[in-house]
């Protein structure tokens, strides 16, 4: 597990929603208030599910956020070069 804590902004129960969609940012429009793409977020998740893996987000307005990557274990190599034995 991969553990970001801030102690930022924090985001409103809407903005999670929408958290892992492209290009969405929690202040949008040509007036925004941050910088950046909206693709940081939907990239990772897509990345961590092909692993096999899931994200999850934490957050509270004016407390912060933290974002929690989960990766299942690696097999290790003893693992890997075993196979079941057939019983005859």
């Known amino acids: 597990m991969v553990e970001v804590e801030d102690t930022g902004i924090g985001m409103d129960a809407d903005t999670v929603e929408h958290v ?3 290009f ?3 202040s949008e429009g040509l007036n925004r208030e941050y910088e ?3 693709l940081g977020l939907a990239v990772t ?3 961590i599910e ?3 893996g899931d994200i999850e ?3 509270e307005e004016d ?3 933290c974002v929690r990557l989960r990766l299942p274990r690696a097999a290790s190599e003893a693992d890997a070069g075993s ?3 057939d019983e005859q």
């Open 36 to 38: 950046g793409t909206g």
């Open 57 to 59: 987000v934490d957050t």
């Open 20 to 22: 892992f969609e492209p």
């Open 83 to 85: 196979s079941p034995v």
């Open 45 to 47: 998740k897509q990345v």
């Open 63 to 65: 407390a912060g956020t």
């Open 24 to 26: 969405r940012q929690a």
């Open 50 to 52: 092909k692993m096999n």
